[in-house]
């Protein structure tokens, strides 16, 4: 059956979707309520639907139609025939309504031409915040997507007030002037607790991946098994190994799963010996969310890449079944899966030491709040997250996870570590991949050079 992704979808329509009545009447035609769902996703209610966030809110209406499990892709009849019902001639955008306090909507720049404000878009915009994060002012939701929203304002601010400008947070003449000349940022960079993950010598990861209802959990799987083994990793056969033998390799017997699968490559950091023992959780796991339920009790990484069931949670089993999933938060939608209690809020669920988690699913963002909220034991002193801000391909899973057990493995920063993987996810218009949520109350060390 043909597949529409969101970035097909995005590229399909850059031109923009008008939010007319006859948008609005074909898709009435096509079995839905055009006003409702045209409105829902027209954010800024200008008469066309047209940006990353906007069109990406609309191909997730039309995605709530489809119950194949996929949030990036669509591929039933009815959301293809709604697909369909927008490809139209876009005529020129309705003219926008005035704010609520009567006069006309605010202009993309002010009555001084030179000055960009609020609601710019395109080159120049993203030239600008471009040297905005290279002053070091950063912009970690969007980047630099060319888009001047809410993000970026602050980032103008926080540079005008260390310049002694005025902070109004437009980018007049005396502010671009200033920004030209800004010298490239000399601020420190953040890390992973590395000093607490490695302080027993043993680094302990699971790395779980996901269910997909194609198979394409099965290909990642056997890339991921490859990509270990090519980085030096072997296979610990743990189910034969005795627990003297075990401890002889410096692994507490008590902490092995003898079920399990683990891969195992010792590693240097800071001059001192590391042993990484991976255990590696996927559809072929007997008993797989109960072994992922385990690594987030006691492992000091979590990997995670695979369906994020609509912000709830990671999932080892079809989407129709409710035995396979870890269950973090509440679905941004109700009503595509069957879900059990929370797992995140039993007592015990996560450990009391220093955590770090990778959520390489659709929208994980949704995790963060539920990540330190339902556990009673966990807050921003114990626990770092890297999260997904939008959905992702299957494509770079592998790269993704095995990315970020590089980036650990070699001491990175985790600036440069969320610089790999949004570089690896990049999507014209689609801003950072990845939200490094934590960290700021990390340990610094200046920068590499």
């Known amino acids: ?64 139609f489809d119950f194949d499990g996929h949030r990036s892709t669509v591929t039933g009849a009815k959301p293809l025939g709604l697909i369909n019902a927008l490809k139209a001639p876009v005529g020129p955008p309705a003219p926008a309504a005035p704010p609520s306090g009567g006069g006309p909507p605010a202009d993309l720049y002010s009555s001084d031409a030179s000055t960009m404000v609020r609601g710019a878009k395109g080159p120049e915009v993203k030239a600008a915040q471009e040297k905005l994060i290279k002053a070091g002012y950063d912009l970690p939701k969007f980047g ?47 890390f992973p607790e590395y000093d607490k993950m490695f302080q027993d010598g043993v680094m302990q990861t699971t790395l779980g991946v996901g269910f997909d209802e194609d198979g394409n959990d099965i290909d990642v799987r056997r890339d991921v098994v490859q990509g270990l083994k090519d980085r030096g990793f072997d296979k610990l056969d743990v189910k034969n190994l005795s627990d003297d033998e075990l401890k002889a390799k410096g692994f507490d017997p008590s902490t092995i799963d003898r079920e399990a699968t683990y891969f195992n490559k010792s590693f240097e950091h800071d001059g001192k010996p590391v042993q990484s023992l991976v255990k590696l959780v996927d559809r072929d796991t007997p008993g797989a969310k109960d072994k992922f339920s ?3 009790k006691k492992d000091d990484l979590i990997l995670y890449t695979g369906h994020g069931r609509r912000g709830s949670g990671p999932d080892f089993d ?78 770079t899973s592998t790269q993704d996870v095995l990315g970020m057990l590089d980036g650990v493995m070699g001491g990175k920063s985790i600036q440069d570590i969320k610089s790999q993987l949004d570089s690896q996810n990049a999507e014209k218009g689609l801003g950072a991949a990845f939200v490094a949520d934590g960290f700021k109350g990390n340990s610094y060390r200046p920068p590499v050079r």
């Not at 329509?13 to 898709?27: I, S």
């Not at 096509?30 to 027209?42: I, P, Q, T």
């Not at 679905?331 to 390489?360: C, I, R, W």
Request: hydrophobic residues 30%; proline residues 4%.
């Open 144 to 190: 630099a997507d060319g888009d001047y929203g809410g993000e970026m304002v602050t980032a103008v601010k926080a540079f005008q007030k260390d310049n002694t400008l005025p902070p109004t947070g437009e980018l007049d003449t005396v502010t671009m002037e200033k920004l030209d000349k800004a010298p490239p940022s000399t601020k420190n960079v953040q």
């Open 294 to 296: 385990e690594g987030m």
């Open 1 to 64: 059956m043909t597949k529409i992704s969101n970035s097909q979808f995005l590229k399909d329509f850059k031109g923009g979707v008008a939010n007319d009545a006859a948008t609005q009447e074909r898709l009435n035609n096509a079995g839905v309520d055009g006003k409702k769902m045209l409105e829902g996703a027209d954010t800024n209610k200008d008469g066309k639907i047209e940006g990353a966030e906007e069109l990406g809110k609309l191909f997730r209406r039309i995605d709530d």
């Open 318 to 395: 079809h989407a129709n079944s409710a035995a396979g999933n870890y269950v973090i938060g509440v679905p941004t939608e109700a009503g595509h899966y069957k879900l059990g209690a929370n797992d995140l809020a039993k007592v015990g669920a996560t450990s009391n030491g220093y955590q770090l988690m990778f959520f390489d699913s659709c929208n994980s963002k949704y995790y963060l709040d539920d990540l330190r909220a339902r556990p009673k034991n966990k807050d921003a002193t114990n626990l770092d997250v890297v999260g997904s801000t939008r959905e992702l391909p299957w494509s």
